[in-house]
Protein backbone atom coordinates (compact mmCIF):
# COMPACT_ATOMS: atom_id res chain seq x y z
CA UNK A 1 0.00 0.00 0.00
CA UNK A 2 1.39 2.94 -1.34
CA UNK A 3 1.66 6.05 1.55
CA UNK A 4 -0.15 9.16 1.02
CA UNK A 5 2.49 11.68 -0.02
CA UNK A 6 2.78 14.37 2.65
CA UNK A 7 1.64 17.88 2.42
CA UNK A 8 3.60 20.86 3.01
CA UNK A 9 1.79 23.68 4.73
CA UNK A 10 3.64 27.17 4.02
CA UNK A 11 4.95 28.57 7.43
CA UNK A 12 3.01 31.50 8.60
CA UNK A 13 5.33 33.96 8.86
CA UNK A 14 4.56 36.40 12.49
CA UNK A 15 5.30 39.67 11.88
CA UNK A 16 8.03 41.51 14.53
CA UNK A 17 6.46 42.57 17.51
CA UNK A 18 6.50 46.24 17.60
CA UNK A 19 7.69 47.80 20.91
CA UNK A 20 7.78 50.89 21.99
CA UNK A 21 11.71 52.37 22.42
CA UNK A 22 10.94 54.02 26.13
CA UNK A 23 9.08 50.48 27.97
CA UNK A 24 9.31 48.06 25.91
CA UNK A 25 5.20 47.61 25.73
CA UNK A 26 3.34 47.08 22.58
CA UNK A 27 2.87 50.25 20.78
CA UNK A 28 -0.88 50.80 19.76
CA UNK A 29 -1.66 51.16 16.37
CA UNK A 30 -0.63 54.15 14.41
CA UNK A 31 2.31 54.92 16.49
CA UNK A 32 5.62 54.78 15.49
CA UNK A 33 8.36 54.84 18.29
CA UNK A 34 6.80 55.25 21.61
CA UNK A 35 3.01 54.20 23.27
CA UNK A 36 2.96 57.75 24.36
CA UNK A 37 4.47 61.07 25.02
CA UNK A 38 4.84 60.60 28.85
CA UNK A 39 5.86 57.12 28.70
CA UNK A 40 8.97 58.65 26.41
CA UNK A 41 9.73 61.65 28.74
CA UNK A 42 9.71 60.00 31.93
CA UNK A 43 12.48 57.68 30.51
CA UNK A 44 14.63 60.82 29.81
CA UNK A 45 14.16 62.63 32.85
CA UNK A 46 15.54 59.77 34.65
CA UNK A 47 18.27 58.84 32.41
CA UNK A 48 19.50 62.99 33.23
CA UNK A 49 18.84 62.60 36.50
CA UNK A 50 21.49 59.65 37.02
CA UNK A 51 24.53 61.49 35.34
CA UNK A 52 26.47 62.01 38.09
CA UNK A 53 27.89 58.08 37.34
CA UNK A 54 28.70 58.97 34.25
CA UNK A 55 30.46 62.01 35.67
CA UNK A 56 32.55 60.57 37.79
CA UNK A 57 33.34 57.74 35.14
CA UNK A 58 34.81 60.48 33.13
CA UNK A 59 32.53 59.02 30.04
CA UNK A 60 32.96 60.84 27.03
CA UNK A 61 29.52 58.47 25.17
CA UNK A 62 27.45 56.10 26.20
CA UNK A 63 24.29 54.02 25.09
CA UNK A 64 21.30 52.57 26.85
CA UNK A 65 18.93 49.89 25.34
CA UNK A 66 17.03 46.83 26.48
CA UNK A 67 15.51 43.65 25.05
CA UNK A 68 13.00 41.75 26.67
CA UNK A 69 15.73 40.01 28.92
CA UNK A 70 18.20 42.42 29.45
CA UNK A 71 19.01 45.99 30.24
CA UNK A 72 22.32 47.02 28.34
CA UNK A 73 24.65 50.34 29.30
CA UNK A 74 27.54 50.66 27.33
CA UNK A 75 29.97 53.16 27.88
CA UNK A 76 32.98 54.78 25.87
CA UNK A 77 35.58 56.96 28.42
CA UNK A 78 37.71 59.29 27.61
CA UNK A 79 40.91 58.88 27.71
CA UNK A 80 39.92 54.59 26.77
CA UNK A 81 39.46 53.30 23.17
CA UNK A 82 37.89 50.34 24.97
CA UNK A 83 34.02 50.29 25.27
CA UNK A 84 33.03 49.30 28.98
CA UNK A 85 29.72 47.03 29.60
CA UNK A 86 27.31 46.66 31.99
CA UNK A 87 24.49 44.31 31.85
CA UNK A 88 21.09 43.35 34.43
CA UNK A 89 18.66 40.85 33.89
CA UNK A 90 15.61 42.49 33.01
CA UNK A 91 12.82 42.16 36.52
CA UNK A 92 9.07 40.78 35.50
CA UNK A 93 6.95 43.10 35.54
CA UNK A 94 8.94 46.38 35.52
CA UNK A 95 9.47 48.61 32.94
CA UNK A 96 13.01 49.62 31.81
CA UNK A 97 13.33 52.84 33.85
CA UNK A 98 12.65 50.98 36.90
CA UNK A 99 15.72 48.25 36.04
CA UNK A 100 18.01 51.31 34.78
CA UNK A 101 17.55 52.94 38.41
CA UNK A 102 18.51 49.69 39.74
CA UNK A 103 21.81 49.32 37.64
CA UNK A 104 22.31 53.01 38.68
CA UNK A 105 21.94 52.45 41.83
CA UNK A 106 24.39 49.34 42.43
CA UNK A 107 27.21 50.93 40.51
CA UNK A 108 26.73 54.61 42.16
CA UNK A 109 26.56 52.49 45.43
CA UNK A 110 29.90 50.03 44.51
CA UNK A 111 31.51 53.66 43.02
CA UNK A 112 31.23 55.22 46.55
CA UNK A 113 32.15 52.57 48.96
CA UNK A 114 35.20 52.43 47.23
CA UNK A 115 35.81 56.07 47.26
CA UNK A 116 35.33 56.19 51.27
CA UNK A 117 37.58 53.48 51.42
CA UNK A 118 40.65 54.96 49.29
CA UNK A 119 39.69 58.56 50.07
CA UNK A 120 40.56 58.09 45.86
CA UNK A 121 38.04 58.87 43.38
CA UNK A 122 40.04 57.99 40.28
CA UNK A 123 40.58 54.80 41.99
CA UNK A 124 37.03 54.22 42.53
CA UNK A 125 36.41 54.67 38.98
CA UNK A 126 39.00 52.17 37.74
CA UNK A 127 37.95 49.83 39.88
CA UNK A 128 34.21 49.84 38.41
CA UNK A 129 35.40 50.12 35.19
CA UNK A 130 37.22 47.00 35.93
CA UNK A 131 34.27 45.26 36.50
CA UNK A 132 32.54 45.52 33.54
CA UNK A 133 32.43 43.66 30.73
CA UNK A 134 34.81 44.48 27.51
CA UNK A 135 32.86 43.44 24.70
CA UNK A 136 34.83 43.44 21.18
CA UNK A 137 32.94 46.20 19.99
CA UNK A 138 33.98 49.54 17.92
CA UNK A 139 34.40 52.73 19.11
CA UNK A 140 31.42 53.70 16.55
CA UNK A 141 28.48 51.41 18.35
CA UNK A 142 28.95 54.34 20.32
CA UNK A 143 29.93 57.43 19.03
CA UNK A 144 26.96 58.83 17.40
CA UNK A 145 27.09 59.60 13.47
CA UNK A 146 25.43 63.01 12.72
CA UNK A 147 22.10 63.55 10.81
CA UNK A 148 21.02 66.54 8.78
CA UNK A 149 17.39 67.37 8.54
CA UNK A 150 15.91 69.89 7.23
CA UNK A 151 13.96 72.68 9.31
CA UNK A 152 10.60 71.69 7.91
CA UNK A 153 7.29 71.22 9.58
CA UNK A 154 6.41 67.78 9.49
CA UNK A 155 2.86 67.97 8.35
CA UNK A 156 3.88 69.61 5.05
CA UNK A 157 6.03 66.92 4.70
CA UNK A 158 2.92 64.79 5.77
CA UNK A 159 1.05 66.54 3.14
CA UNK A 160 3.00 65.63 -0.06
CA UNK A 161 3.68 62.56 1.31
CA UNK A 162 7.32 63.38 1.12
CA UNK A 163 10.29 62.43 3.35
CA UNK A 164 13.36 64.40 4.76
CA UNK A 165 15.89 62.65 2.79
CA UNK A 166 13.87 63.86 -0.42
CA UNK A 167 14.77 66.95 0.67
CA UNK A 168 18.45 67.29 0.01
CA UNK A 169 19.70 70.21 -1.99
CA UNK A 170 20.13 68.15 -5.35
CA UNK A 171 16.85 68.73 -7.23
CA UNK A 172 14.90 69.98 -4.03
CA UNK A 173 12.60 71.93 -5.70
CA UNK A 174 12.12 69.24 -8.26
CA UNK A 175 11.08 67.05 -5.62
CA UNK A 176 8.76 69.10 -3.88
CA UNK A 177 7.30 70.13 -7.36
CA UNK A 178 6.81 66.39 -8.39
CA UNK A 179 5.23 65.55 -4.90
CA UNK A 180 2.77 68.10 -5.68
CA UNK A 181 1.48 66.93 -9.18
CA UNK A 182 1.26 63.39 -7.44
CA UNK A 183 -1.25 65.06 -4.59
CA UNK A 184 -2.87 67.20 -7.06
CA UNK A 185 -3.85 64.45 -9.62
CA UNK A 186 -5.47 62.91 -6.48
CA UNK A 187 -6.80 65.49 -4.23
CA UNK A 188 -8.23 68.35 -6.57
CA UNK A 189 -11.81 69.12 -6.34
CA UNK A 190 -12.43 69.13 -10.06
CA UNK A 191 -12.24 65.54 -10.24
CA UNK A 192 -13.85 64.77 -7.01
CA UNK A 193 -11.08 65.41 -4.55
CA UNK A 194 -11.57 67.03 -0.98
CA UNK A 195 -11.69 71.08 -0.72
CA UNK A 196 -9.68 70.82 2.69
CA UNK A 197 -7.33 68.69 1.71
CA UNK A 198 -6.65 69.94 -1.61
CA UNK A 199 -5.69 73.55 0.29
CA UNK A 200 -3.81 71.60 3.17
CA UNK A 201 -1.89 69.97 0.05
CA UNK A 202 -1.77 73.59 -1.41
CA UNK A 203 -0.49 75.50 2.03
CA UNK A 204 2.16 72.55 2.35
CA UNK A 205 3.72 73.25 -1.21
CA UNK A 206 3.88 77.44 -1.21
CA UNK A 207 6.25 76.30 2.83
CA UNK A 208 7.87 73.93 1.23
CA UNK A 209 8.89 75.97 -2.18
CA UNK A 210 9.47 78.72 0.31
CA UNK A 211 11.43 77.35 2.27
CA UNK A 212 13.80 75.28 -0.47
CA UNK A 213 14.54 79.39 -1.53
CA UNK A 214 16.93 79.52 1.73
CA UNK A 215 16.86 76.05 2.86
CA UNK A 216 18.18 75.28 6.76
CA UNK A 217 19.10 72.28 8.18
CA UNK A 218 19.38 71.02 11.67
CA UNK A 219 21.81 68.86 13.07
CA UNK A 220 20.61 65.88 14.95
CA UNK A 221 23.07 62.96 16.94
CA UNK A 222 22.13 59.31 18.00
CA UNK A 223 21.17 56.12 17.53
CA UNK A 224 17.81 55.05 15.74
CA UNK A 225 17.44 52.24 18.63
CA UNK A 226 19.55 53.50 21.25
CA UNK A 227 19.33 56.41 24.19
CA UNK A 228 22.80 58.27 23.95
CA UNK A 229 24.81 60.05 26.23
CA UNK A 230 27.24 62.64 25.30
CA UNK A 231 29.70 63.93 27.96
CA UNK A 232 30.30 66.81 26.66
CA UNK A 233 26.95 68.17 27.24
CA UNK A 234 26.46 65.69 30.26
CA UNK A 235 22.94 65.20 28.84
CA UNK A 236 20.52 61.66 27.55
CA UNK A 237 19.31 62.00 24.10
CA UNK A 238 16.75 60.24 22.66
CA UNK A 239 16.65 57.77 19.84
CA UNK A 240 16.31 59.64 16.00
CA UNK A 241 14.37 59.29 13.69
CA UNK A 242 15.65 56.99 10.77
CA UNK A 243 16.26 58.28 7.21
CA UNK A 244 14.50 56.14 4.59
CA UNK A 245 15.82 56.08 1.20
CA UNK A 246 13.89 58.55 -0.88
CA UNK A 247 11.98 56.84 -3.75
CA UNK A 248 13.46 57.09 -7.65
CA UNK A 249 12.64 60.52 -9.49
CA UNK A 250 9.83 59.97 -12.06
Given at each position: ?????KILLPV??????????????????????????????????????????????????????????????????????????????????????????????????????????????????????????????????????????????????????????????????????????????????????NARMFRTIQEA??????????????????????????????????????????????
Open positions: MTAAPRQEAPRRTCLACGGALPPRHRRYCANECRMQLLATLNRRTGLLKALNIRYATFHFTEFVIVMDMLPYDREQIFSYMLPRSFGKKPVADFCDLSNMLGSQWWDIRDRTKKRYVASERLLQQAQKPPLPKEAVIPSALIVPSVRASSLIALELRAGDLSPANMQGRIKQAYRRQVKRHHPDIGGYEKLIEWSKNPTYIRRSGFPDKWLYEGLNNRWLQPIMQRKPAPPSE
